[in-house]
């Protein structure tokens, strides 16, 4: 989305958002990108999301980050460039930051550029001694380190299970993508939801509360907002399945009748019970995941769950 700094209500369509639209909704199975998910309402409902009572990743994974802080410190080098890929929002930095004085810098490297310099701002005012480092760029794709982290030892640092997002063979790519931005000898902690009892994954990305189902939502709000499209919101609803066979929750929106929907100049026909698939959550064991880290050339140093092996986290070495 860009903003016109002189009329801030006036928003100019982003061409890409766009042409991602049009072509998610002209395949025979609709798709959208969950990346779309996360405009400023979106974050916020991401936020509330993390704090529901059905959604354990977060809090599970901030208290493996706590426990295992001190382990954390132990396994980097003295003087480390952490960098962080998608850096949303800093909790969870901030809860390993306590446990890592020797810090030489920190880079949070996302694609809202605004964001950032605010996280940036803040961060410096909570951690001083701390240099922080924000590059502006799409993790997915190659991007260079900032010079002054030099020659420091480098970390990555991937948490949320946003590794889940991504088909397994592209996970795959990404994480050899982090190890050749990175370069030789780097670490990479990461966080990775775990498959489990099928309810429990469904509730928690269904919640009762219907925050998912707002975030969801959003998507197509968002269209009708910045692209002009007509989407009925009532003649939409949230399903959210665990496909065992693919080891994934699929976030869907479901049409409940027969319609058409206008976005800027084309209409896109849905049939009654037909759905846009917006997201796909992949869960791993312990096993498939360290077997996918090895394909793209990484080493499990270390692997820690909660003690109901909800979520994990990794180390791992090139
Ligand atoms: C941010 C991708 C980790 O898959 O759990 C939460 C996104 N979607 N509820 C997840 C999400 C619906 C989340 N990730």
């Known amino acids: 989305?860009?903003?016109?700094?002189?009329?801030?209500?006036?928003?100019?369509?982003?061409p890409v958002f766009l042409a991602d639209v049009r072509a998610g909704l002209s395949k025979p199975n609709k798709t959208l990108s969950p990346k779309y998910f996360y405009d400023a309402a979106g974050s916020e409902l991401f936020e509330q999301i993390t704090a529901l009572p059905e959604y354990y990743p977060t809090r599970t994974e901030i208290g493996i980050l706590d426990e295992r802080g001190p382990e954390i410190a132990n396994v980097l080098p003295k003087q480390a460039a952490l960098v962080e890929f998608g850096?949303?929002?800093?909790?969870?930095?901030?809860?390993?930051?306590?446990?890592?004085?020797?810090?030489?810098?920190?880079?949070?490297?996302d694609v809202s550029g605004e964001f950032l310099a605010d996280q940036a701002k803040t961060l410096r005012q909570d951690f001083p001694d701390l240099a922080v480092e924000a590059v502006i760029a799409d993790f997915t794709k190659p991007f260079s380190l900032p010079e002054t982290t030099g020659m420091a030892p480098r970390a990555g640092f991937f948490p949320g299970s946003t590794v889940g997002n991504f088909e397994p063979a592209e996970a795959e790519a990404l994480l050899?993508?982090?190890g050749e931005i990175l370069g030789p000898d780097a670490l990479l902690i990461l966080g990775v939801d775990l498959v489990k009892d099928k309810d429990r994954l469904e509730a928690a990305y269904d919640d009762a509360a219907g925050v998912t189902a707002a975030f969801n939502m959003n998507l197509l709000k968002r269209i009708n907002h910045e692209l002009g499209g007509d989407f009925d919101l009532d003649a939409f609803e949230h399903r959210a399945v665990f496909n065992t066979q693919a080891s994934r929750i699929e976030m869907h929106l479901v049409s409940r009748k027969d319609q058409t929907v206008r976005i800027?100049?084309?209409?896109?026909?849905?049939?009654?019970g037909e759905t846009i698939h917006t997201e796909n959550s992949y869960k791993y064991t312990l096993e498939?995941?360290?077997?996918?880290?090895?394909?793209?050339?990484w080493q499990t140093v270390t692997v820690w769950t909660d003690a109901d092996a909800l979520f994990s986290v990794h180390v791992l070495r090139r």
């Open 264 to 272: 800027g100049g084309d209409s896109f026909a849905f049939r009654q």
């Open 87 to 109: 850096s949303g929002s800093t909790a969870k930095l901030r809860r390993l930051l306590r446990h890592l004085p020797d810090l030489a810098a920190y880079v949070p490297v």
């Open 1 to 14: 989305m860009t903003v016109n700094p002189t009329f801030p209500e006036a928003i100019v369509a982003d």
């Open 288 to 297: 498939t995941f360290c077997a996918l880290a090895a394909r793209a050339g």
């Open 176 to 178: 050899d993508s982090f």
